[in-house]
């Protein structure tokens, strides 16, 4: 009889196990574009002959990007993210890499999560200062010659931070600091997708460091892909 | 609706008034901490609409009348400088590393000395009690000093001896880290990003001429000048180097500096002028002008 009891209760545990495992890996996904409609400004020529040592890294001009847009009106480097529905996730353990090359940011646009790691790298040849403009995590402004170890750091509160570095006023990026782990940021052709959503009813927010925010309402009940675009009006200047 | 009779009435309102009281006094139990003193909020409040609002303004947002004028009409501030932002809780002159809160002391060393070259005096006239209850007052405007602990004060070895090995140690470390890039090749604040420097409110502003003065924001001595660089000046383009230089070798670059401070008398002038090489180097510069990036080897 006992045998029997822990038997069921080993059986049960395995497909309670299962049905665990099912709904965190699977779930429904929602994904889309992100396009604008009217004429975006035209992204100005960045002038970087001040460090001959980042402007002989670029073959064609540098230009600005604040509005960098794709074919078919795609707009990239808009944050997509569930604003509202899903929980709080804890941070992953990679870190979240910063890089500065050729006197620009790689990535334009650092999406990561509230205390997860932050590594600041510089593969240039010159000094920049890494100067993250947070108004409501803490700023600060570090110094990072060539050579030296990457910067590492992390935020306790969702935000998204202006970074500059003040040596190259041309250099601007954003950490978008965030509470989980469901984000993207749109390409070159425009499109973003989050995928592992459980059901339930969600708020999903794109946001453009020119043209702002926008909300739309999605409910998920199963596994499937729910399509939902984002258009941007864009600014003549 | 019965009405309530005249000493559940009473009841009511003494527990309401004891549950919202804390409310309406934000943060006036706040204190500070200065060597033996400590000055209290209350008392610091009375102060601070006295002397201080004209200008940080009754917000401690640095909105005063002073900065900029309210009316009808639009118009352009008064100072070239904004008075500090209390509520953002960032500050310059600190003891303590980038991002964190700074020492009790630090503030009330910033009240007692002002900051040269700007509006800001000094407020030394003031008593120690007085300045104590002014630096309380003034925390109470930020919820980061309810919620968080000042940073832990950067350590600052014993200043070594005054050598010439130091002071061109010293002019190495400005090279290689590229001081020169904002402060200039002789520290005039004309360096190639100069002209293009912005606090973290967008406001244009200029890296410091050490060609000059004799002073700097945030104090007079070489110990005030070693806190400058290692902990940054927060709020402005001006970074932290404690990452990235050694205690021991961030006292040569104070030597150096002070031999940029050509209108200021230091002893380390004095060794720099009476070696050769410093005599040539300072015989170079010139009086008036600014020459910029010229000289350095890229």
């Known amino acids: 009889m006992r045998a029997k009891v822990i038997s069921v209760t080993a059986a049960l545990a395995v497909i309670f196990a299962a049905a665990l495992l099912h709904a965190r890996a699977g779930g429904g996904t929602i994904s889309g574009k992100v396009t604008y409609e009217g004429t975006p400004a035209k992204p100005k020529p960045i002038d970087m002959s001040k460090e001959p040592g ?94 030296t ?46 995928p592992n959503l459980p059901a339930g009813k969600y708020t999903v927010t794109a946001w453009h460091e020119s043209y702002g925010e926008q909300t739309q309402e999605v409910t998920i009940s199963g596994s499937e892909t729910k399509t939902i675009n984002f258009v941007f009006k864009a600014k003549p200047y | ?66 900065w900029l004028p309210t009316g009808n009409y639009p118009t352009e501030p008064y100072m070239n400088i904004q008075p500090r932002n209390f509520d953002a809780a960032v500050f310059k002159c600190r003891s303590t590393p980038t991002g964190t809160l700074p020492l009790d002391q630090d503030l009330y060393n910033s009240v007692g000395r002002g900051f040269v070259m700007t509006n800001m005096p000094s407020w030394i006239t003031l008593t120690n009690q007085q300045r104590a209850d002014l630096v309380a007052f003034i925390k109470s405007f930020s919820p980061r000093f309810k919620n968080e602990k000042a940073g832990d004060p950067i350590n600052v070895p014993a200043e070594p001896k005054l050598t010439v090995e130091s002071i061109k140690h010293g002019q ?65 383009p001006m970074p932290s180097f404690a990452d990235v230089i050694k205690p021991e070798e961030a006292w040569d670059l104070v030597h150096f500096l002070r031999t940029l401070q050509v209108t200021h008398k230091s002893p380390e002038l004095a060794l720099w002028e009476s070696t050769k090489e410093g005599a040539e180097q300072i015989a170079s510069r010139r009086v008036y002008g600014t020459p910029t990036g010229s000289g350095i080897k890229q």
């Open chain 1, 149 to 194: 170890p990457p910067i590492i750091d992390k935020y306790d509160k969702p935000e998204f931070i202006p970074v500059k570095c003040n040596v190259h006023p041309w250099m601007h990026g954003t950490f978008a600091v965030l509470k989980n782990s469901h984000h993207a940021i749109s390409g070159e052709d425009g499109g973003f997708s989050l």
């Open chain 1, 54 to 147: 980042c402007a002989k890294q670029h073959t064609t001009p540098v230009t600005t990007e604040t509005v960098v847009t794709g074919p078919n009106n795609t707009l990239e480097n808009v944050v997509v993210y569930i604003s509202a529905g899903a929980p709080d996730d804890s941070p992953p353990s990679e870190p979240a890499t910063f890089d500065q090359k050729g006197c620009q940011y790689i990535p334009h646009v650092l999406a990561f999560q509230v205390n997860q790691q932050l590594k600041v790298v510089n593969d240039d040849q010159t000094s920049h200062n890494i100067h993250p403009l947070a108004k409501v995590n803490r700023e600060w402004n570090k110094s990072q010659p060539p050579g």
């Open chain 2, 1 to 66: 609706m019965r009405k309530m009779n005249t000493r559940s009435m009473r009841v009511f309102l003494a527990v309401a008034v004891i549950l919202l009281l804390p409310a309406a006094l934000p943060a006036q139990n706040m204190e500070s901490h200065i060597g033996k003193l400590t000055g209290h909020a209350n008392t610091g409040k009375q102060l601070y609409f006295r002397y201080c609002w004209g200008c940080h303004g009754f917000r401690g947002d640095g909105g005063g009348e002073n």
């Open chain 2, 172 to 236: 190495e470390l400005f090279q290689k880290l590229e001081c020169w890039k904002c402060h200039g090749p002789e520290g005039r604040g004309d360096g190639p990003s100069a002209s293009t420097l912005t606090d973290s409110n967008d406001q244009p502003i200029r890296p410091y001429n050490f060609a000059v003065g004799s002073r700097f924001k945030c104090g007079v001595t070489n110990h005030d000048l070693y806190k400058i660089f290692m902990t940054g000046l927060d709020g402005t």
